[in-house]
């Protein structure tokens, strides 16, 4: 049952210039549970001209922090379009779990605004998580055992390997 669940379910990190008002998406990371895996992607977002307008847009200290520069955006990144098709394929109409619902709802808002496409909620991967725990493990007590990468992906993937450490299901990879 649980793991029937699981394979309803996809987990989202944003990374982003900043976390002011003024600050925009980076990078978008998903993760999926599939046929006793899980699966992973993330891509690089080349920021629009209106991102870009406010001076205080791009923090310094995000870049050292995630590594991803302005020149990775402007060589590697997807424009917002390709970055949601990406991202709706990979996720389908799967319950979309993140453990900042708020910080990565507004990014994730500004990606679907300058993409044309529809928003998507994102339900809290804590609670999520806390609900399917075994043995009254927390949230936290789980999360020690995976680091933050501060890469979207990476740090979807761990999401995904924090909730099927807490559910007992065993993953191939």
Wanted: with cysteine; hydrophobic share 45%.
């Amino acid at each position: 049952m649980i793991q029937d669940v699981a394979y309803r379910i996809a987990f989202v990190d944003l990374e982003s210039s900043g976390l002011g008002s003024a600050s925009y998406p980076t990078e978008i990371g998903w993760a999926t549970i599939q046929e006793g895996r899980i699966l992973s992607g993330a891509c690089l977002i080349k920021p629009t001209a209106r991102w870009l307008r406010p001076s205080t847009a791009w923090n310094s200290a995000s870049q050292r922090l995630t590594g991803i520069t302005k020149e990775m955006l402007d060589r590697q990144g997807v424009s917002p379009r390709e970055a949601m098709r990406r991202f709706l394929a990979a996720v389908r109409e799967r319950l979309v779990l993140s453990d900042e619902p708020d910080f990565d709802a507004f990014w994730l808002g500004q990606l679907a605004e300058a993409a044309d496409v529809d928003p998507i909620k994102l339900a809290d991967a804590k609670s999520t998580i806390i609900e399917v725990a075994r043995n009254g493990q927390t949230f936290g007590d789980i999360a020690k055992e995976f680091p933050v990468r501060h890469r979207a992906e990476a740090d979807a993937r761990r999401l995904a390997l924090i909730y099927v450490r807490a559910a007992g299901i065993e993953v191939i990879g």
